[in-house]
């Protein structure tokens, strides 16, 4: 499959807990690509991180990128009940002028 | 600045007829990109169209086609449908100059009877 992997593939935490998710891949990158997808609804972009770095924050997220292990992972930190979704890694190989999608991991933030 | 706007959102076709999904890309992005989402498949690329040009194609049939307008905004059409194309059907827009994030419609869900 093209598809990257996530894991794992549900998560169940509490409300303040952190949440980590990660994501494999096959072949080189430009760039890997967190999305959130609530259910049924379109995909919103949260970060982009380049192949030459290796970590990025954007408030409390934070992903890690580590291209010798083709891998990344998306940690949430203080999750909230509406961080509850699906959430994408999803990878541009150079110009493809396409994203390639992981399976996603489901979220679910018990109030 | 509106989003990117899918139609319809919703719609039921039988087998064998086809159906056309619109895109609406946010008002300057010229990219628009097309993605299948199923529950067994997850998020397929479909094509990417940038300038009325399609710059890559995913692994569908013929049946799947797309075009875009000297506007941006892009149509796909889908011929002889199948119950397998009952799917989420996601458009998303970009600059597309480079590598960069995506913006995504809410999507046409469309269910093959």
């Known amino acids: 499959s093209q598809q990257g992997e996530e894991d794992p593939q549900a998560l169940s935490i509490q409300e303040g807990e952190n949440a980590t998710m990660n994501c494999s891949y096959k072949t080189s990158i430009n760039n890997l690509q967190w999305y959130r997808q609530n259910s049924g609804r379109g995909l919103v972009h949260l970060i982009l991180?380049?192949?030459?770095?290796r970590e990025k924050h954007s408030g409390r997220l934070r992903v890690t990128l580590d291209t010798s292990k083709k891998s990344s992972s998306l940690l949430i930190t203080a999750s909230r009940a509406a961080d509850t979704a699906s959430y994408f890694c999803a990878k541009e190989e150079d110009s493809s002028y396409k994203l390639i999608f992981g399976s996603g991991t489901r979220l679910l933030v018990r109030p | 600045k509106a989003g990117v706007t899918q139609t319809p959102r919703y719609l039921i076709k039988t087998r064998g007829q086809q159906v056309t999904l619109s895109c609406s890309p946010i008002s300057g992005h010229r990219s628009v990109s097309w993605y299948q989402q199923t529950p067994g498949q997850g998020l397929q690329f479909l094509f990417e169209y940038f300038s009325e040009t399609q710059r890559n194609k995913g692994n569908f049939p013929g049946r799947f086609s797309g075009r875009q307008f000297s506007n941006s905004r892009s149509e796909m059409n889908v011929s002889t449908l199948e119950l397998g194309d009952s799917a989420l059907y996601l458009c998303?827009?970009?600059?597309?100059?480079?590598?960069?994030?995506?913006?995504f419609g809410e999507g046409s869900r469309l269910t093959v009877l």
């Open positions: 998303a827009s970009s600059l597309g100059q480079g590598s960069g994030e995506l913006f």
């Open positions: 991180i380049r192949s030459n770095e």
